[in-house]
């Protein structure tokens, strides 16, 4: 699905890394993901597909991979088109 | 590197001795282009490029051009600073490679002061924009991109300077209060080592339309090359600039203590404040800070060769910077050579104390005086030798720079050869 490959590369990119090395199950500590870094990569995939990602949608303390934002930004983006 | 805070090698008062000078500005991207071009008299003035100026007055500038910061920060990296950190970075580099600078094993006894006047413009700008024309909060890393104390706070983590950190804002004499406040905390003992200077990112749309609006820039948009001319009949304003540069501040003794290569001594400091107006130049508050320099620097008036002059291109701030001079100096003030290297570098506000310092080290390290650029009529109202267009050879022993800012905040920083 275009969305999610979409999303893995704004991630690889935003963290200069291969974006075969990022993958759904991949924590954001092993790729060295910080909290003000999740925070930014929200921006870009909100640039990116025009989506709104209200504030508490993604709760850092509990999202813990890269999985958790594939599948926020997937729900926010139907969502969107069944609007 | 032994710790050695307890005093000179002579057992007198600590001295501090610049041992790497790292630049970079509109006419030299490394020292070593900074030198030719100060040498060459080259000015780094031309049509500004970071947006369109064609509403402005003032369509001229003196921005640094073709400087890739990738060899300094990965890129991915580089989008949490704003450019001010990104410069000081880049001067920082070449500084540290340029003495040979490592902390390893004494990190607490090495410290950064830098300075910046108008600070982060462009990532201020940027958010501004964002809330103004998008309805929508800015990014998170508008924080620390914001943050007028991130140049010093990167420069700490890369170097692993542990001592204290901060930075100085005090409009164009930012970076010189820097290097003040370095030279006194090498004095007290607080640290041994310091990375200090200044920068100035070239400000933002935004700013650069309400500098617009004060008239205190010139408008020679037709030759740009020779819109900065201090000191000249013919000037009608400064030239905005930008750049960074850094320098290695250590206790002598600890700089002879690993043999390093010292450029010069930063010998002494006069710090004074007009109290009168914020943005009028006033004599009085130079005058001060100039005699305060001699007596800190234990230097008569006659021991000085050289001066690094304020010499913004306005039409007041020469006159009365020259008079200031003439008044300290007395009959000493006709053999004196004065230039300004803003004729080339143009005005590099929160840089340009550490910038012309490192022009005046470079000047006695080579022996040469950089000359005033664009000098072809001589104002009736300043009589001072201005070193006009062609760099000189001189021996020179002791060069002072001078920094007079909006907000009346003077700084005169005096820069000894190294004699051993």
Known sequence: ????????????????????????????????????????????IEDRFGIDVPQDALDLQKAKTVGDVVALVTKLAAERSDA | MPSS?????????????????????????????????????????SRITAYDPSWFNTQVGAEVRDLSFDPY?????????????????AAAAEAVADSGFDTTGEEDRCGVVMGTGMGPSVAHSEALAEVAVNHRKPRPTTIPKCMYNAPSGHLSMLYQCQGPSSMAVAACASSAVALAQALQMIR????????????????????????????????????????????????????????????????????RARGARIYGELAGVGLSSDAAHITRPQQRGPELALAKALADAGLNATDVDYINAHGTATPINDVVESRAIEAVFGPHAAKLMVSSTKSAH???????????????????????????????????????????????????????????????HNVVLVLRRYDG
């Open chain 2, 188 to 255: 007290a003992g607080v640290a041994d080592a310091f990375l200090t200077g200044g920068t100035e990112s070239f400000p933002s749309y935004a700013l650069m339309a309400a500098w617009d609006a004060l008239p205190v820039m010139s408008k020679r948009n037709d030759a740009p090359e020779t819109a900065s001319r201090p000191f000249d009949q013919e000037r009608d304003g400064f030239v905005m600039g930008e750049g960074a540069a850094v320098l290695v501040l250590e206790s002598e003794a600890h700089a």
């Open chain 2, 346 to 408: 143009g005005h590099t506000i929160g840089a340009a104390g550490a910038i012309e310092a490192a022009a005046t080290l470079l000047g006695l390290h080579h022996g040469f005086v950089p000359p005033t650029i664009n000098f072809t009529a001589p104002d009736p109202e300043c009589h001072l030798d201005y070193v006009p267009n062609q760099a000189r050879e001189a021996p020179i022993r002791v060069g002072l720079s001078n920094s007079f800012a909006f907000g009346g």
């Open chain 2, 73 to 89: 920060l990965p890129v991915n990296e580089q989008r949490l600073l704003d450019r001010q950190s990104l410069l000081a970075i």
């Open chain 2, 5 to 45: 805070s307890d005093g000179s090698a002579r057992g007198g008062p600590v001295r501090a001795v610049v041992t790497g000078l790292g630049v970079v500005c509109a006419i030299g991207r490394n020292q070593a282009e900074f030198l030719g071009a100060l040498r060459e008299g080259r000015s780094g003035t």
């Open chain 1, 1 to 44: 699905m275009d969305l999610v490959a979409d999303v893995l590369q704004i991630i690889a990119e935003y963290k200069g890394l291969d974006v075969t090395e990022v993958t759904p199950e991949r924590s954001f500590q092993e790729l060295g993901i910080d909290s003000l870094d999740a925070i930014d990569i929200i921006y870009e």
